[in-house]
C-alpha cells in the first residue's frame, strides 16, 4: 500500500515512527519499532504475530511526501487481502490525522 500526504517528510516519518503521534490515527494494529533510517525508512514488528511491516518515506517535495508501506511473512492469499485493505483504511486514518480532507482520499 502506498499513499502520498501534504506534509513535509519529517511529519510524515514522526506519524509512524513516534509512538504517542501513531497511537492518535493508527486503530486495532501494535506496531514496535526495530529499526529506522531518520525520514527514510522504518521497520516495525506487528503484534501480536511474526509479520513485519517496511515502511519506505519519499520526499516529493518540500509539503509532499510519499509512505509505502510493504508487509512481509504473510502465509496466504487470505492474509494478504486482509492487510492490504486494512493498510488502505489506516492510510485513510492518517490522512485525517494530518488534516487532509476526506474528499482527497
Do not use: C, I, Y
Not at 490515527?25 to 509479520?51: C, I, M, Y
Not at 510493504?70 to 489506516?90: F, I, N, P, T
Request: net charge neutral; proline share 4%; aromatic share 8%.
Amino acid at each position: 500500500a502506498s499513499k502520498t500526504f501534504s506534509v513535509p517528510v519529517e511529519q510524515l516519518f514522526a506519524a509512524f515512527v513516534d509512538h504517542d503521534e501513531r497511537e492518535r490515527w493508527l486503530e486495532g494494529v501494535e506496531l514496535r519499532n526495530r529499526t529506522n533510517q531518520l525520514h527514510k525508512s522504518a521497520r516495525f514488528d506487528v503484534l501480536p504475530g511474526e509479520t513485519r511491516l517496511a515502511v519506505t518515506f519519499v520526499a516529493k517535495g518540500p509539503q509532499k511526501a510519499a509512505a509505502q508501506l510493504q508487509q512481509d511473512r504473510l502465509g496466504s492469499a487470505e492474509e494478504v487481502a486482509h492487510w492490504k485493505a486494512l493498510w488502505k483504511e489506516q492510510l485513510a486514518h492518517l490522512a485525517t490525522f494530518l488534516g487532509e480532507e476526506p474528499s482527497r482520499l
